[in-house]
Structures are given as structure tokens and as C-alpha cells.
T-cell receptor
Framework: KAGVTQTPRYLIKTRGQQVTLSCSPISGHRSVSWYQQTPGQGLQFLFEYFSETQRNKGNFPGRFSGRQFSNSRSEMNVSTLELGDSALYLC?????????????FGSGTRLTVV | KQEVTQIPAALSVPEGENLVLNCSFTDSAIYNLQWFRQDPGKGLTSLLLIQSSQREQTSGRLNASLDKSSGRSTLYIAASQPGDSATYLCAVSSREKLTFGTGTRLTIIP
């Protein structure tokens, strides 16, 4: 079965612009969560969605937002990009949140802000 | 607040050796613990998932143990191979999110 699909794989944006990243979970998985990975901070939780509702949010500024559609696909948006937003953004899917099923990750979107 | 620590941060061993990676966490109220592997610039590949009620899980040359009461997990890799070189991350699932350790960068020397 198809895994977690993230698009695009690579992205270069200018400071001040906004960006939208997409994540398609494994078929049947209804929970999608997002993580930011940087060399300095490691992997940090952004937010989790289940059935189109945000269930949990990490400690990130309001410039980071997301949504989930009825087909469980999720998008993450970052507005007014800063140089520090350069990171690998990873999406994970699971059958449901707070679950014993574990998480499956996509290959990530590498965002570079110049 | 859950905190996850991995020791050592980096490890180099000759091919063929058995090795142990360590993970500790501060809050024992977890659903499960997952070990992941990450190759440079890539996403995370799940290696083993241990439920909170389990003590260990095995997959091929990999064995992971969990002692929830003491907040510790170990990943044992038998007969290491150059292809095992990667960063290994443990993550605990609680409060509807994963909290990751900082990882152990493993290098297997041919």
C-alpha cells in the first residue's frame, strides 16, 4: 500500500513569503501530524489533526497553521517566512491520535528560506 | 513535560559487533515507544513499536526493550553491518503527540 506522501520534496522561498506544504496519509489513516526538524532543535511537534479537527498544537507562533480535509489529506501553511523557518518538515499519519498503532512518516519537505 | 534523552549522541563500531543504543524518558504515562531510523536528508523509517504493556519487540537483527517504570528503552542491534549506519531516534507517544530524543548517530566501520 502507498505510504505517506509529502509534496513538494524541496522548496526555496524568500523571506516574507508564505508557503503551503501538503501531506497525504496512508489510506484509512485519519490522523495527520506535522513535525519540524532542524539541526539545532531536533524534531519538534507542530500540530495534529484528526477528522478535520486540530487535536493538539505545539509551541510555535501563529504564523504556522494547518488544516485537514475530509479525505484526511492535510496542508500546513507558514506565513511571513523567516530565515529560521528553514527546516525539514515531516508529516506522520496514524489510524487515530493517542493510539497504540504508531506513526508512519513521509519523506519530508525540505524548505529553504533565503 | 515529557523529555527524551538518547545516549550516546554518536557511536562508531567495527562491522560485525553487537551494540546497544539507549533512550530514557521522564514521564512514564506513555501509549507506546517507537524506534526510528533516519538516513541523511531523508524521512523517518519505523523500526520497532513497543506498546506500553509490552517489555520487548524483535525484528530481524533488532531487539528493543521497554521498562516503563524506570523510563528506559534500549535498542539492540546484532551483527552490525555498514548499511546500519544512520541516525537512530526514539520517540514516546503521549498526550496525542510524539516526543523525540535527539538521536544517536551510528557509524559502522567496514
Amino acid at each position: 500500500k502507498a505510504g505517506v506522501t509529502q509534496t513538494p520534496r524541496y522548496l526555496i522561498k524568500t523571506r516574507g513569503q508564505q508557503v503551503t506544504l501538503s501531506c497525504s496519509p496512508i489510506s484509512g489513516h485519519r490522523s495527520v501530524s506535522w513535525y519540524q526538524q532542524t539541526p539545532g532543535q531536533g524534531l519538534q511537534f507542530l500540530f495534529e489533526y484528526f477528522s478535520e479537527t486540530q487535536r493538539n498544537k505545539g509551541n510555535f507562533p501563529g504564523r504556522f497553521s494547518g488544516r485537514q480535509f475530509s479525505n484526511s489529506r492535510s496542508e500546513m501553511n507558514v506565513s511571513t517566512l523567516e530565515l529560521g523557518d528553514s527546516a525539514l518538515y515531516l508529516c506522520a499519519s496514524s489510524l487515530s491520535p493517542g493510539t497504540s498503532y504508531g506513526y508512519t512518516f513521509g519523506s519530508g519537505t525540505r524548505l529553504t528560506v533565503v | 513535560k515529557q523529555e527524551v534523552t538518547q545516549i550516546p549522541a554518536a557511536l562508531s563500531v567495527p562491522e560485525g559487533e553487537n551494540l546497544v543504543l539507549n533512550c530514557s524518558f521522564t514521564d512514564s504515562a506513555i501509549y507506546n515507544l517507537q524506534w526510528f531510523r533516519q538516513d541523511p536528508g531523508k524521512g523517518l523509517t519505523s523500526l520497532l513499536l513497543i506498546q506500553s504493556s509490552q517489555r520487548e519487540q524483535t525484528s530481524g537483527r533488532l531487539n528493543a526493550s521497554l521498562d516503563k517504570s524506570s523510563g528506559r528503552s534500549t535498542l539492540y542491534i546484532a551483527a552490525s553491518q555498514p548499511g546500519d549506519s544512520a541516525t537512530y531516534l526514539c520517540a514516546v507517544s503521549s498526550r496525542e503527540k510524539l516526543t523525540f530524543g535527539t538521536g544517536t548517530r551510528l557509524t559502522i566501520i567496514p
